[in-house]
């Protein structure tokens, strides 16, 4: 009779339980865009490996060849297209400029960070000298760094995401339980859906200046114009889909929601939201998505402080480094869309995933 080595037994153990953890861990990798990384610890672990590295080639060799070819092709032909600036700048320009701003942002924070300290040291020798009434708190007045402007441009699109999901999501409901309703809503998002932020900037900017009238308020005027048309812009994926949603419930649910005599709070809550959460988080990844485009535009006509400004101001200034830095400013807000997608679909995941754990 063969012995059977208790050592193999365990390496088998051993290896099942990675195998169960990295499987358990898969649609979390996938949420974050990591989704060859399950593949990858796989075949490490001698699970098909044939199988597995092909699928490593799949998700992560060719989206990296696919860039590689597209940076080989961009400085090919960028040096052959002249412009009022110069040739249009190729892979190795934009990056000398994404890292002279990198220094740039380092070398004002510095400079911020000294004069927030000798403001400190002032006020406390005043207060010690028992002159406490002279003590002021003055604002930096230094021009924003390019981290700063990027600060300010996700700071106003979740402010106005934020107002559209406070407006669509109730809307929403309310257009999915009732048809009444939901014929009154219909005409307003068919005719107001489709109008560009372009044409929606002028008249929130006149309404701002006009209700907005102090210059020392909580926000700037520039901030609330662009929020607001933001708000404007995203707020309508939201809404149809979360009135999609509402609507397209199970009516056995409805019928059940009656027969237990549930309150309308009670069958909001219970009810209509779960069932309806895959839909409403369509809409509002659809709606941060279709906001972060239209801040761009946005900032550009209301001088907001942040990446739109960067690329209208960069576009007036006419130097030779101006267009690299434009180019710097399109990636940057590229990878930003693409992370706040990513994370909308993590907080999708997070709510709606039953058995990710």
């Known amino acids: 009779m063969t012995a059977i080595d208790p050592n193999a037994l365990t390496d088998t153990a051993r290896r099942d339980r990675w195998l169960t953890r990295i499987q358990g861990a898969d649609k979390w990798l996938t949420v974050l865009g990591l989704g060859w990384a ?109 981290y700063d402007q990027i600060g300010t441009s996700i700071f106003t699109v979740f402010f106005g995401f934020l107002i559209a999901t406070a407006l669509a999501v109730p809307l929403g409901i309310l257009a999915g339980l009732s048809p009444t309703a939901n014929a009154a809503l219909n005409p307003i998002i068919q005719i107001f859906k489709p109008v560009s932020p372009l044409a929606w900037l002028p008249i929130v900017t006149m309404i701002v200046s006009a209700v907005y009238a102090t210059n020392d308020g909580l926000f700037a005027k520039s901030f609330l114009t662009s929020a607001i048309t933001v708000t404007l812009c995203s707020l309508w994926p939201t809404l149809i889909n979360t009135a999609l949603g509402v609507a397209s419930i199970d009516k056995d649910l409805i019928s059940v929601s009656k027969v237990l005599k549930m309150g309308t709070w009670a069958k909001i809550t219970k009810l209509v939201l779960p069932s309806a959460l895959p839909l409403i988080f369509t809409g509002l990844r659809l709606s941060l998505g279709v906001g972060w485009m239209v801040l761009i535009a946005a900032e550009m006509l209301a001088q907001n402080p942040g990446l739109g400004k960067f690329v209208w101001d960069e576009f007036q200034n006419g130097s030779s480094q101006s267009l690299a830095k434009i180019m710097v400013a399109v990636f940057t807000i590229g990878i930003i869309g693409f992370l706040l997608d990513r994370l909308m679909y993590a907080i999708q995941a997070a709510f709606t995933f039953t058995n990710h754990r």
């Open 38 to 146: 399950t593949p990858l610890a796989k075949a490490a672990l001698g699970e098909s490996p044939r199988s597995n590295l092909g699928d490593v080639w799949r998700l992560l060799g060719v989206p990296l060849l696919a860039i590689a070819a597209f940076l080989v092709l961009w400085g090919t032909l960028a040096p052959q297209v002249q412009t009022s600036l110069g040739a249009v700048p190729g892979p190795t320009a934009v990056w000398t400029e994404a890292v002279n701003l990198h220094q740039d942002a380092v070398a004002k924070a510095a400079k911020e960070a000294q004069f927030l300290d000798r403001l400190e040291q002032r006020n406390a020798r005043l207060i010690e000298a028992g002159r406490g009434d002279e003590v002021r708190a003055i604002a930096y007045t230094g021009a924003p760094s390019y």
